[in-house]
Nanobody, 115 residues
Framework: QVQLVESGGGLVQPGGSLTLSCAAS????????MGWYRQAPGKQRELVAS???????NYADSVKGRFSISRDNAKNTVYLQMNSLKPEDTAVYYC?????????WGQGTQVTVSS
């Protein structure tokens, strides 16, 4: 069984920064893709950013230049550095990991951008 535990969400003012972390635990050989999705109230879940073991990174257009994803393969941990946050970034952020043919999800962490 694989578990993903997220941390780092919270309330921040517009223009502020937050860093999310997600650590994977369990029995597995390697994690091919780690990434972050988000879901705002009344909207579909959308990809924010993802990174592969080979270093390929993908960002949603809405966060390019503001967010940065990184991973520590030795710790099976992925990070999301979020800068210049906007009210429209408010959402529940979910960590995801693809291991073999299976995808796993964290429980989600709330990010609220408001003055």
């Amino acid at each position: 069984q694989v578990q993903l535990v997220e941390s780092g969400g919270g309330l921040v003012q517009p223009g502020g920064s937050l860093t999310l972390s997600c650590a994977a635990s369990g029995t597995f050989f390697s994690i091919y893709v780690m990434g972050w999705y988000r879901q705002a109230p009344g909207k579909q879940r959308e990809l924010v950013a993802s990174t592969t073991t080979g270093g390929r990174i993908n960002y949603a257009d809405s966060v390019k230049g503001r967010f940065s994803i990184s991973r520590d393969n030795a710790k099976n941990t992925v990070y999301l550095q979020m800068n210049s946050l906007k009210p429209e970034d408010t959402a529940v952020y979910y960590c995801t990991a693809r291991i073999g043919a299976s995808s796993y999800w964290g429980q989600g962490t709330q990010v609220t951008v408001s003055s």
